[in-house]
Nanobody
Framework: QVQFVESGGGTVQPGGSLRLSCTTS????????MAWFRQAPGKERDLVGS???????AYADSVKGRFTISRDNAKSTVYLEMNSLKAEDTAVYYC????????WGQGTQVTVSS
C-alpha cells in the first residue's frame, strides 16, 4: 500500500507563511502527477494544486499567487510553500498522486488565526 507522510503544519497568524512537505513510497514518483489537497471542517476535500513530473504546477484560484508547489524527485517529496495565509486556508492538508491512490496519509493541520 502506498504511503504518504505529510508534515510542516502548525498555527500561524494571518499573513504568515508555512512550508509543508509530503514524502511518499510511490514507486513511480519520478513520473507521477502529484497534488496537494485540503479539507476544512465540515467540508469536502478540495484540490489545492498539482505538479507534473517536470515541475510544471497549476493552482486553484483561491491560492493562486500565494502558494507554490515544488518537488524533489530524488527524495520522493513534494512541497507546498504557503504565503500570505488567510483564515480560510485553515484545513488539514494532504498530498496524493493524480489519479488519486486508494490510500491517504494522516495529513497535516494548518490553522490560521490571530
Amino acid at each position: 500500500q502506498v504511503q504518504f507522510v505529510e508534515s510542516g503544519g502548525g498555527t500561524v497568524q494571518p499573513g504568515g507563511s508555512l512550508r509543508l512537505s509530503c514524502t511518499t513510497s510511490l514507486s513511480f514518483f519520478n513520473v507521477a502527477f502529484m497534488a496537494w489537497f485540503r479539507q476544512a471542517p465540515g467540508k469536502e476535500r478540495d484540490l489545492v494544486g498539482s505538479i507534473l513530473s517536470d515541475g510544471t504546477a497549476a493552482y486553484a484560484d483561491s491560492v493562486k499567487g500565494r502558494f507554490t508547489i515544488s518537488r524533489d524527485n530524488a527524495k520522493s517529496t513534494v512541497y507546498l510553500e504557503m504565503n500570505s495565509l488567510k483564515a480560510e486556508d485553515t484545513a488539514v492538508y494532504y498530498c496524493n498522486s493524480l489519479p488519486v491512490q486508494g490510500s491517504w496519509g494522516q495529513g497535516t493541520q494548518v490553522t490560521v488565526s490571530s
